[in-house]
């Protein structure tokens, strides 16, 4: 390179954010693909399942929670978001909450919540709610939440749940959906939950289902723009070594304080 092109050469132009690369339409087509079954909505992994619910069980009663439902308070209502074929709802949230709402843009994976036998005695107990074939991106928890009330008063949710879901949302994206899901939660003791993967170093991207599997560090940059304070935070246990699998941590999240003017 001679002098002349030294002093004229453009500099590199930085690489794009890894979110970017996020792509909803293809992440759908991606998991229509995947049969309706543990294993596969699992990722392969169903044996961890039991073990991902005794802590998600463990980590709702501290923070108060109770399963059944405390009859001497209103019922409490839960949203599964991303819900797959409804293994939340089903072994988790159900436990818990009085009447649980499902989130999910893949209609064959709901269908197994809305028709299949297992689901059955929850339908019947009226304890599965609303199915909404959307993606996070798209849903407004708030207008799910102002259909529904208790004693004629409108409540907010008491467990907004998400869970190896919330990879599919870039990060802009992700900010304004929790801030969505904290104006519809219950106003004395609504929580949202994130429980992913965690990357270490970097944010990593999937090619495979169009996700970004995100640090520690980024979930708490991203928290603290959507106005959320971490109330309880613990890092799964209980995987087999062996398995080679992502670090998985769960945040309760609550909307911050308001600042005095």
């Known amino acids: 390179m001679d002098e002349a092109q030294e002093t004229f050469a453009q500099p590199a132009s930085p690489p794009p954010p ?10 759908i087509e991606y998991w229509e693909q995947i049969p309706t ?19 998600s069980t463990a980590f709702l009663t501290k923070l108060g929670f109770t399963a059944p439902p ?20 089903k072994d988790l949230l159900t436990k818990f909450c009085t009447t649980t709402d499902v989130i999910e843009p893949v209609v064959k ?5 809305s028709t ?6 929850l339908r019947e107990a009226g304890k599965i ?3 909404i074939n959307k993606g996070l991106e798209d849903w407004d928890p708030t207008a799910t939440a102002a259909e529904w009330a208790i004693d004629g008063k409108p409540v907010g949710y008491d467990i907004i749940w998400n869970q190896w879901c919330v990879g599919h949302l870039r990060d802009a994206d992700l900010v ?18 994130v429980k992913e993967n965690i990357a270490t170093g970097t944010d990593i991207f999937d090619d495979q289902d169009s996700s970004v ?45 308001r600042k005095e003017v």
């Open 129 to 131: 709610g609303k199915i």
């Open 70 to 89: 405390n009859p001497s308070q209103p019922a409490a209502r839960g949203a599964d978001c991303g819900a797959g074929i409804g293994r939340i709802t």
């Open 109 to 113: 994976f709901t269908d197994e919540v």
């Open 18 to 27: 890894v979110d970017s690369r996020i792509d909803p339409t293809k992440a």
């Open 116 to 121: 299949s036998a297992p689901f059955a005695s």
């Open 213 to 257: 599997t995100r640090t520690e560090e980024k979930f708490k940059q991203l928290f603290e723009e959507a106005e959320l304070v971490i109330v309880k935070q613990e890092l799964q246990r209980g995987f087999p070594p062996k398995l080679g699998l992502f670090a998985v941590k769960c945040f309760a999240l609550k909307p911050a304080p």
């Open 37 to 55: 079954s543990l294993a596969g909505i699992m990722g392969g992994y169903p044996q961890i399942s039991r073990i991902d619910i005794i802590s």
């Open 176 to 193: 304004q959906y929790l801030r969505r899901c904290a104006k519809a939660l219950n106003p004395t003791r609504g929580v949202i939950i």
